[in-house]
């Protein structure tokens, strides 16, 4: 780990003004920060611990947006009554990730912009576009079973591993930024940059930007959701392949559909070729394995990740089911 | 280089410390403090080896700054027995049960484990390795481990 110097501001406002630093950078609740620093793979000259700051913990779900504090640990949103029993999709994305010591660490905001797991990026050595812009990508003919079929270019093949994020984009989702002179709401499809062609860059977040909540448009939708999440283990693990689905429906027949993938994609990855085969349709298996066939039709597989695209087409229709179930 | 003064509660008691930022709570536990019963594993948080609990939840050691854990209330495994020395019921089922073989993981399962039961989640065998999925044994002494936790769970 490299040296920095550690600054715990009382108020967010400060907070905001450490931030803005050269070299600065922001720690909440550290399960991925304080991993990236000890591996190198972040060397911030100034570490801003806003893992304490009161007032961006809260979760309200009241309204007509559902409002998520971005210092909220993941535990405690996964077991809220209300989102399991309003938002499935969401209370179980959370659950289904990470082990419960990380959840009662890790921040709802944080989780977000946890970075890849990409193998050739966390090993320091290999050839990364993404750690060492320029030096090219050893997953392209290397081992790739785990990388991403969407939102990926010759530059870059990685994943991200996020399930919350996952979750968030099947539904409409912002996340509210404030830097020392201003603030923005940036819609979730935008937060993320697929990684293309270049890799370095993630979400539009700024040097000196601190994301301050989370906010979901309520919907009735969120009744009849779920996260599918298919793992190599049966807990504690990433996703090889998850799907989120959001459904309305009128008796058998979708009347609104909502489908995100992970595990697969460069960033949350919505599926609007999934929600045009579901909208309408009457919701059978056999309905629901067309949806997954549309949602990877334009997946682009490597070496060693083609099975994503049949794993895939079955967690798209195993999730619209048990949506359908729910709503 | 910078030297952060830090005030550590740690299993009841206060402790004033002079440290390098990038120590982390598990490091300060274990170098600075001499209480080396939480154990470095994987320090990359994956394993649970350094599993404690901080307000009363349990945390991964590695990846806490000890820095961020001021003015927390920080509970290790050498904070779990009475203070007459009678270990806590989940180290005594952990014996009785025979839930380790190497026992290099035991610190961390039974903090975790302690936590598994407060929070309601130890309530079938399933439930059980579900919240204890973020501990690593390769020893694989997982059946004893659960029925260890499932015993305590029962009498609590």
């Known amino acids: 780990m490299q040296p920095f110097t550690y600054v715990r501001p009382d108020t967010l406002e400060q907070a905001l003004h450490e931030a803005a630093e050269p070299g600065a950078s922001v720690l909440a609740g550290g399960t991925t920060m304080v991993d990236l620093m000890r591996g190198d793979l972040a060397a911030p000259r100034r570490v801003v611990d806003i893992g304490h700051l009161p007032g961006l913990s809260e ?16 535990a405690d949103a996964a077991e809220d009554a209300a989102l399991k029993r309003d938002y499935p999709a969401l209370a179980e994305s959370l659950q289904l990730a990470a082990s419960q010591q990380l959840r009662n660490a890790a921040t709802l905001g944080g989780n977000l912009l946890q970075r890849t797991r990409c193998p050739y990026f966390r090993n320091g050595v290999s050839a990364c576009n993404k750690r060492v812009p320029g030096s090219g990508c050893s997953a392209l003919d290397g081992e790739d079973r785990e990388m991403a079929l969407f939102g990926i270019s010759d530059a870059c093949v990685a994943n991200y591993p996020g399930d919350w994020g996952t979750a968030l984009a099947a539904f409409d989702t912002a996340v509210e930024i404030r830097s020392a002179a201003a603030s923005r709401t940036v819609p979730l499809a935008n937060f993320h940059v697929a990684y293309g062609d270049d890799p370095a860059r993630e979400t539009v977040l700024e040097q000196g930007e601190i994301v301050t909540a989370i906010t979901v448009r309520a919907t009735p939708a969120g009744r009849g959701s779920t996260y599918a999440k298919v793992r190599d283990r049966q807990s504690y693990a990433y996703a090889l392949v998850s799907a989120a689905v959001a459904l309305e429906m009128d008796g058998d ?29 009457t919701l059978t298996e056999a309905a629901g394995l067309r949806a997954g066939e549309a949602a990877f039709a334009g997946a682009r597989p490597g070496r060693h990740n083609a099975f994503k695209v049949e794993l895939g087409r079955r967690v798209v229709a195993r999730a619209a089911l048990t949506a359908s179930r729910r709503a | 280089m910078q030297t952060l003064d830090v005030t550590l509660d740690v299993n009841g008691r206060t402790h004033s410390l002079q440290l390098d930022p990038r120590t982390t709570l598990l490091d300060a536990l274990r170098e600075h403090l001499g209480l080396t019963g939480t154990k470095v594993g994987c320090n990359h948080g994956t394993c649970g080896s350094c599993t404690v609990h901080v307000d009363g939840r349990r945390q ?52 975790s484990a302690v936590s598994c039961v407060e929070e ?37």
């Open chain 1, 59 to 74: 979760i309200d779900l009241s309204g007509p947006v559902l409002r998520f504090g971005a210092l909220a640990r993941m």
């Open chain 1, 253 to 281: 027949t979708v009347a609104s559909a909502r489908v995100s993938l992970g595990g697969v994609a460069s960033k949350p990855w919505r599926s609007a070729e999934a929600e045009a085969v579901l909208t309408g349709a």
């Open chain 2, 60 to 111: 991964l050691a590695c990846l806490v700054l000890a820095a961020s854990a001021a003015g927390r209330a920080v509970r290790t495994i050498e904070g779990l027995a009475a203070a007459d020395g009678t270990p806590h019921p989940m180290q005594a089922a952990f014996v009785a049960h025979d839930a380790l073989q190497c026992g290099y993981c035991t610190p961390g399962q039974i903090m």
């Open chain 2, 120 to 156: 309601g989640h130890a309530r079938t065998d399933d439930e059980i390795r579900e919240y204890m999925s973020g501990n690593l044994c390769r020893c694989a002494a997982y059946p004893n481990i659960v029925a260890a936790i499932a015993d305590v769970a029962r009498a609590a």
